[in-house]
C-alpha cells in the first residue's frame, strides 16, 4: 500500500527516497512508464492529468495534495499484470 500524502511531504526532500511518499509515488510512476526519460515523461502526464503540473515550485499547494492522492488512491487498488493499463483506466487517461 502507498501512503497518502501530506503537504510537510513536499518540505522534507532529504534522507532516503524511500521515506518520502512523494518519491515512491514519483518512482512508482517513472518505473510504470518504462523507465528513463520515457518514465519521466509519464510521471509528468500522469500528475498534469490529475490536476499538477510536476516540478513546478508550486508543490505545497492543495492541487499538488490531491493530484498525488489520486495516484496513490488508484495505485492501492489494482495489481500485476498490467498496472499501468489499470492505473490509466482509473484516472480515466
Do not use: W
Not at 518505473?31 to 498534469?48: C, H, N, P, Q, S
Amino acid at each position: 500500500m502507498f501512503a497518502q500524502i501530506q503537504p510537510i511531504n513536499f518540505a522534507t526532500l532529504e534522507g532516503d527516497r524511500k521515506d518520502n511518499p512523494v518519491f515512491v509515488i514519483d518512482d512508482e510512476l517513472v518505473k510504470l512508464g518504462g523507465g528513463g526519460l520515457d518514465g519521466e515523461a509519464y510521471r509528468i502526464r500522469v500528475l498534469t492529468h490529475c490536476g499538477h503540473r510536476a516540478g513546478s515550485m508550486d508543490v505545497k499547494t492543495v492541487s499538488a495534495v490531491n493530484a498525488y492522492n489520486l495516484v496513490v488512491n488508484a495505485l492501492n487498488q489494482i495489481q500485476e499484470p498490467n498496472r499501468r493499463a489499470k492505473l490509466e483506466k482509473i484516472l480515466n487517461m
